[in-house]
C-alpha cells in the first residue's frame, strides 16, 4: 500500500505492522520497521489509555506530546 503525503518521522501501518518514514525523495520514501500495530491503535479508544502512553503514541508519530489528555486524544485522531 502506497500512502502520499508522508513526511519524515510519519508512521504507517501496512497488513498489521506500523512503520516509520526515514526519507522522502518526491513521491518515494523510505521506511523502517517500528513494530506490530497494536488494537488500540487500530481501534483508536485513546479515553481509555493512561496520559504517559498518549504522550508516548504522540511522540512515536512526530506529533507534539505536550498539553492536556483531550488535547493528545484530539492530536492523535486529527
Known amino acids: 500500500?502506497?500512502?502520499?503525503?508522508?513526511?519524515?518521522?510519519d508512521t504507517f501501518t501496512d497488513e498489521g505492522l506500523t512503520y516509520r518514514v526515514t526519507k522522502v525523495v518526491g513521491e518515494n520514501y523510505e521506511?523502517?520497521?517500528v513494530g506490530e500495530t497494536s488494537p488500540v491503535t487500530l481501534d483508536k479508544d485513546y479515553n481509555d489509555l493512561p496520559y504517559a502512553?498518549?504522550?508516548k503514541l504522540c511522540a512515536e508519530k512526530?506529533?507534539?506530546a505536550k498539553g492536556?489528555?483531550?488535547?493528545l486524544i484530539a492530536r492523535l485522531e486529527g
Open 1 to 9: 500500500m502506497i500512502t502520499k503525503g508522508l513526511k519524515v518521522g
Open 31 to 33: 521506511s523502517e520497521w
Open 53 to 55: 502512553e498518549l504522550k
Open 62 to 64: 512526530g506529533l507534539n
Open 68 to 71: 492536556t489528555k483531550p488535547e
